[in-house]
């Protein structure tokens, strides 16, 4: 009788481990299916001017240098056309920042930038959002994280770059204007950026694009890289320069102003 016990205990043991071991090759064999992706769209609007439109109709204005921007197709000069649930600017320059102001007191939309530049904005106090690195921003159903650029910001805050997290778990990158640094790496980890906007112009102001390009293969792994912020000044530069910096990669995507993509 005890043998019979015993035995049966055996036998239970045995099942049991077998189902454990059927169902963890399962798991290995069949991970769990990744949300399917909703695409967002962008609409480069030249230098460093985007507008990003999530799947949600949620519609992000970045850095909006428009009326005086060379490179801005004439129907983009249009202000009046905009009307963004927010206005993101990476930094005081006014190649960056010229038209948020005129742009936030239209819409209403909110201007989010550095605290110490977004306080001295004529808009009203309400459409003021400043924030610092490391904050984050609910809009619509976008999340807006601020993390740091290398650069400089006058007359008042700091550089910024901005990563968007859309619902389907995926992002995008717009590195601001900045050199590379070893930050990067952090974005990278916490943030996976699938799309990167990235300043490429090099002259006096940042990156060139051999040096922008490091910084992908450095410290990225993205889906999609869009450049921005070349070719509007004589110093900036050219699209040669920049197709040639990134020849060969499949990743690359060359947008001209006015062009929309969806990725």
Known sequence: MRSS?????IATAVSLAAVSSAAEAQSKAAPAAAPAKEPFQVTWLG????EVASSG????LIDPFLKQNGKTPEEFKDLSRYKPNAILVTHSHPDHSA???????ASGAPVISAYEWVAGLDIPDAQKLGGNVGGTFTV??????VVPAMHSSAPSGRPLGFVLTFADGRSL???????????MALIQELFHPNVILLNVGGGYYGADPKTAALAIKKYFAPEFI???????????????D?????????????????????F
């Open 140 to 145: 619509g159903d976008v999340t807006v994280h």
């Open 47 to 50: 230098h460093a001017a985007f």
């Open 57 to 60: 109709g949620t519609r992000i």
């Open 173 to 183: 990158y717009h590195t601001g204007d900045t050199w590379i640094f070893g930050d």
């Open 99 to 105: 038209d948020a102001a005129e742009i936030a007191k």
């Open 226 to 240: 869009v450049p921005m912020h070349f070719a509007t000044f004589p110093v900036l530069a050219t699209e040669a």
């Open 242 to 262: 920049v197709t040639a910096a990134f020849k060969g990669d499949r990743r690359f995507v060359l947008m001209t102003p006015g062009q929309t993509k969806e």
């Open 5 to 9: 016990f015993i035995l049966g205990l």
